[in-house]
């Protein structure tokens, strides 16, 4: 069963754990994880932004010195080219021979191997001498050359550099012409085939993949690493780093980078640089995608980091998370097992923080709980097992009183049986005897039942006052004195004048009880009461001179229907109720009792009362002697609706002395009285009467008709506790049927007497009495 | 699931990777190779044109078949061969010699053709410039054709004052052959001397020329460029040492071999470049917009040791100009 509620739980908790894991998880996680990584990205952002600005403004210083060191080199070719005419124009013309020019003419050939031909003009700019290597040689042609640029730039400028042009549309060539230093030395003028630039230009490197190019000052192509673009004579002066670089060169500017498409269409980065005499320019491209690809790598190198960077932040979001969350959790699952019952539940959290602390007082608190929880059950069964105990002796009780009330009603049986047959009248005598012996033993037994079953059922509220003791001891012998006298026993009772706190009625009750019980169980000797001052209580002793009572069964007198066996004497009339009557009591009004016995020498039984302070001493205090013989000729009202009761009850009273007029009403009751003119001394009436009439109804009416508290008691079958407030509100005693002649007798001395003393003093105590129907001393009056 | 997928992936990838690598053998171009000579004697320049297409990336039996057409010397059969190669599908045709060119511009309009030789392609009308040749034909010109007279020039300046020469050509390569007898012959008249043409198309006629020289008593001899001919340096070397006469050619390999001198390209240079030439077009390019190639350096070599042979004095100005002396 536990462990169906912990699948339940369980179950429940699940339901509910998933959402307040997924929250609490998501929020910790994704809150550590939001937090590092916009601090990685932010980082890795900030960083990448400063080395692509650095890398872009090297990338450019670098592009601009490599355009500056190619346009060098391509200018040192030139300036090879012309530094090597000038050895042939060292010599002034006149000594200059023909031969002499020739051979330099060759030499220069063999020593420059870019100049196709070498075409030497006299002073006056005629054709002197023409060397080619692809077509023969011309001596002296005399051709006059003296306006063409060549000859006069060169006169102008010392050398002239003609602009590019491309043989049979194809290899790009140049003039170069150049006068001597003397005034007269002629000028030298050279074809370069330019297309062995080729051999300087394709050395130079530019990263992987890019390359420089030359283009003149028209934006042709004039060297290329690959030749074909040169040899096809490619105008690029459509391009827009040519035509800018054209602008420019031409103001005297250069050396810019920008990105531009390059010949073939590809996007590169681009400088130039110009070569200062030609007009021409000197482009170095590198194609973007290479000239970024580092930039690229470390962005990616960057972004490979920062992507182990989030990783590592995420599995440590998760992890960090997940060490939060776990224990909470623990602890959530923990409480809600706790909270359905579950209290064996402990939690293990070793986080070493505050939530192990908290685990550890929710183990403490279940512990708490455990506890508390283990003790309420065995409470419950103790309890339970109270419960059942008393159930057992209610039953046992039940069973005794059955058993003791099926002795009488055998000897009824048997007594009936007897009266069927023919007897004479003095066998009947001896039998009616019987019969009523037996059936004034039921009825004690009867009202000894009826006084249990309310003192268990706590219906008896006692009522302290305080009274001395001296009037209640006095009642004591007055009642007891006939029966020892019977019995031949001495009773002595030794009056006190200490006053006591308790209720006097039940106190009373007791003592009748204890002293009947002495008497009834000594066979010879006496009884004694008395009392004694013990520290502010009261011990009132009553001691007798039985058998004793053995040790083991000192406790069990206590109990209901435990007698003594006691084999010599007869036991009649002794019920076994009166010390059980007597323990209820006491523990009502707390006055413990004593036992103290001596096996064979005798007993004492010793009440403890509370002394109270004395008040006042009157008339009452004092005992009245002869209130037993008041009765005799006195008229007694009795009104009943049931004939043989009536019947009954009234030969009963007229036996003891009483003048009865017996009425089925109260009308006829009044009748009769009118009828004899008499005055009634006391009314006994039925509750219960024809015509919804009650008893109460009927004494009220006798009161008034006469004018006076006729003294009256009340008789029923009901013994609903409503009867008896109602009877109590109105002061008057309720016996409940069957009544015994003893106790009537009892009843019938003390309302007599109760009336005689109202004028002296108030007595309260009726409703107790009343309450307590069946209490009595039984021997006295047992046989009428 | 997941893992389901993923097997099924890999399962779908093992299968079709095999496949599509099994459909996939791409049939490797052939490249047609037409020359009027035979395998033997031209060896090292085909290794040379290999070398040429091997630099941008071909290698032959890897990833280019060559079918060789050879003429053997036998000029007429070049039509024939060409024809056979358009009909071969081939992807392209790298035609050496004046007349396995124009066997092969006759034989296609279409394929590419990639010429290897020493005439003036524009002039041919095979190109319509050197810088756009704009059809489907480009290549490499030697520029031999005209050098001729510049190596007569050259010679005339060893030999003279003697002026009885003579041009030895290959008259079945007839557009050559024309083509360098008409610039040698104004040649021969500007340096107002003799020149003789002797035909030589094998090697009977081959020796019947060298007969004729002698008896002639030619003072130099200018070998024209041919197919034929630069098959056959070294037998022509020995030739015209054997009779003592004076010679020029093109190629370096004739001075090594025991000529007098040699003016021109490097022998192999153009073949390496057309090599290059035909991979950039089987690699894409189109062969209009290649230009028409030129070589840039001639040299001259001079055999001092033949020279003395043959009582000649080098004078000073030629050997200023040259850039080899063999001695």
């Known amino acids: 069963m536990r462990s169906a509620a912990r699948r339940l739980v369980d179950a429940t908790y699940a339901a509910g754990a998933a959402v307040v894991r997924s929250r ?13 990584c916009s601090a990685l990205i932010a980082n890795s952002l900030v960083e990448l932004w400063f080395s692509y600005q650095d890398y872009k403004t090297l990338l450019v210083r670098t592009q601009r010195e490599q355009a500056a060191a190619a346009a060098e080199k391509i200018g040192q070719f030139i300036e090879g080219v012309k530094n090597e005419i000038g050895w042939m124009t060292q010599v002034p013309w006149s000594k200059y021979s023909r031969d002499e020019q020739y051979l330099d003419a060759l030499r220069l050939l063999r020593q420059v191997p870019a100049i196709i031909e070498v075409v030497q ?6 054709e002197y001498l023409r060397v080619s290597r692809l077509v023969m040689d011309v001596d002296g042609s005399g051709l006059d050359l003296s306006r063409d640029p060549r000859f006069t730039e060169a006169l102008a400028h010392k ?21 001597g230093a003397l005034r007269d030395s002629g000028v030298s003028v050279v074809e370069v085939n330019l297309k062995l630039i080729w051999d300087v230009i394709s050395k130079i490197k530019v990263g992987k993949r890019g390359y420089a190019y030359v283009v003149d000052s028209a934006g042709r192509l004039i060297a290329h690493p690959d030749i074909d673009l040169v040899l096809r004579n490619t105008n690029l002066s459509h391009l827009a780093q040519v035509q800018a670089a054209m602008a420019r060169v031409s103001i ?14 590809q996007e590169v980065l681009t400088a130039y640089a110009p070569i200062a005499p030609l007009g021409w320019s000197v482009f170095i491209d590198l194609p973007t995608e290479e000239a970024y690809a580092p930039l690229h790598a470390s962005v990616l190198r ?12 995420v599995f440590a979001g998760l992890f960090l998370a997940r060490r939060m969350v776990v224990p909470i959790q623990v602890l959530c699952k923990g409480a809600t097992r706790i909270g359905s019952g579950d209290f064996e539940q402990r939690m293990s959290i070793k986080t070493g923080d505050e939530l192990e602390v908290l685990g550890e007082q929710f183990n403490r608190m279940a512990a708490h709980l455990q506890d508390s929880y283990a003790n309420l059950e065995r409470k419950v069964e103790e309890r339970t097992h109270q419960l059942e105990a008393a159930n057992l002796s209610k039953s046992r009780f039940i069973a005794a009183a059955s058993h003791d009330l099926r002795q009488p009603l055998q000897a009824l049986g048997l007594f009936v049986a007897q009266l069927r047959g023919r007897v004479n009248a003095r066998e009947r005598q001896g039998i009616v005897e019987r019969v009523g012996t037996a059936v004034g033993e039921m009825n004690e037994l009867f009202n000894a039942l009826l006084d249990i079953s309310k003192l268990d059922a706590g219906v008896v509220a006692p009522n302290f006052a305080e009274f001395p003791i001296s009037r209640l001891l006095q009642r004591l012998e007055t009642t007891f004195t006939g029966a020892a006298y019977e019995q031949g026993l001495r009773l002595r009772v030794v009056s006190s004048d200490a006053w006591v706190r308790s209720d006097k009625i039940l106190l009373e009750r007791i003592l009748l009880n204890v002293v009947s019980n002495a008497i009834r169980y000594t ?23 039985g058998p004793g009572i053995p040790e083991d069964q000192r406790h069990k007198i206590f109990d209901e229907f435990y007698q003594i066996a006691k084999p010599e004497r007869n036991q009649a009339g002794a019920i076994g109720l009166g010390l059980a009557i007597v323990d209820r009591l006491c523990r009502l009004l707390d006055h413990p009792i004593e036992l103290t016995s001596f096996l064979g020498k005798g007993s004492r039984f010793t009440i403890i009362v509370p002394i109270a302070a004395p008040q006042f001493l ?44 017996a009425a089925q009403s109260c009308k006829q009751a009044l009748a009769q009285l009118a009828e004899g003119g008499e005055r009634p001394d006391l009314v006994v009436s039925d509750y219960h009467l024809p015509d919804g009439e009650t008893g109460i109804e009927v004494i009220d009416r006798m009161r008034d008709a006469f004018g006076m508290p006729i003294p009256a008691f009340l008789v029923s079958g009901d013994t609903s506790p409503e009867r008896l407030r109602e009877a109590h509100a109105k002061g008057y005693y309720l016996l409940h049927k069957p009544v015994s002649p003893m106790r009537l007798r009892a009843v019938l001395n003390q309302v007599l007497n109760d009336h005689s003393e109202q004028r002296i003093e108030k007595d309260d105590d009726s409703y107790s009495i009343a309450q307590l129907s069946g209490i009595s001393p039984s021997s006295p009056f047992a046989q009428p | 699931m997941k893992r389901r997928d993923f097997i099924k992936v890999l399962c779908g990838a093992s299968v079709a990777f095999p496949l599509t690598v099994r459909a996939q053998p791409p049939a490797i171009p052939t490249l047609g190779y037409l020359h009027a000579g035979s395998a033997d004697r031209n060896s090292s320049l085909v290794a040379a044109f290999r070398q040429g297409l091997s630099e941008t990336g071909y290698v032959e039996g890897r990833n280019i078949a060559i079918e060789y057409s050879w003429a053997e010397d036998q000029y007429d059969r070049l039509s024939a061969l060409a024809a056979y190669l358009v009909r071969s599908n081939v992807a392209l045709i790298a035609a050496t010699g004046t007349s396995a060119v124009l066997a092969a511009r006759k034989a296609t309009s279409t394929l590419p053709i990639v010429f290897n030789f020493a005439s003036d392609p524009v002039e041919l009308g095979l190109v319509a410039s050197l810088s756009q040749p704009g059809r489907n034909i480009t290549g490499i010109t030697s520029s031999s054709a005209e050098l001729a007279p510049k190596q007569l020039e050259l010679l005339h300046r060893l030999v003279a004052p003697a002026s009885k020469f003579a041009l030895l050509v290959n008259p079945t390569n007839f557009t050559l052959a024309e083509f360098i007898s008409r610039d040698l012959h104004v040649a021969a008249r500007r340096l107002e001397v003799q020149l003789d043409v002797m035909p030589a198309s094998s090697e009977r006629e081959l020796n019947e020329a060298f007969a004729n020289i002698a008896k002639f008593r030619t003072s130099g001899l200018v070998i024209g460029a041919d197919s034929f001919l630069d098959g056959r340096i070294e037998q022509i070397a020995a030739l015209t040492f054997r009779q003592e006469v004076p010679a020029i050619y093109q190629f370096r390999e004739f001075a090594a071999a025991g000529g007098l001198m040699s003016y021109g390209t490097v022998h192999t240079d153009p073949y390496r470049q057309s090599g290059i030439y035909a991979g950039k077009i089987l690699g894409g390019a189109n062969p209009g917009d290649l230009p028409v190639q030129q070589p ?8 001092l040791k033949t020279a003395r042979a043959f009582g000649l004095e080098v004078p000073r100005a030629l050997l200023v100009r040259a850039d080899e002396v063999i001695e």
């Not at chain 1, 009104?639 to 036996?655: F, H, I, N, T």
């Open chain 1, 24 to 36: 609490l998880f998501r929020k910790y996680a994704v809150l550590f994880v939001a937090v590092v």
């Open chain 1, 302 to 313: 960057s972004g490979v980091v920062l992507l182990a960077g989030l990783a590592l932040a």
């Open chain 1, 121 to 126: 003009l006299d002073p006056a700019g005629h």
């Open chain 1, 159 to 179: 050398v002239y550099y003609g602009p590019a042009y491309f043989r049979r549309d194809s290899e790009p060539y140049m003039t170069i012409a150049l006068v």
């Open chain 1, 523 to 545: 066979a010879d000797g006496g009884v004694i009461v008395g009392c004694r001052r013990r520290g502010g209580r009261l011990r009132i002793e009553v001691w007798d001179s």
């Open chain 1, 618 to 661: 009157n008339e009452a205090s004092i005992p009245r002697q002869g209130a037993i013989d008041a009765v005799t000729g006195k008229t007694v009202v009795v009104v009943d609706d049931a004939a043989l009761v009536l019947e009954g009850m009234s030969g009963l009273l007229r036996k003891w002395g009483f003048r009865v007029l």
């Open chain 1, 252 to 265: 005297g500017l250069g050396e810019q980078v920008q990105v531009a498409k390059d010949p073939q269409g």
């Open chain 2, 296 to 303: 840039a350096r001639f040299n001259l070599v001079v055999n």
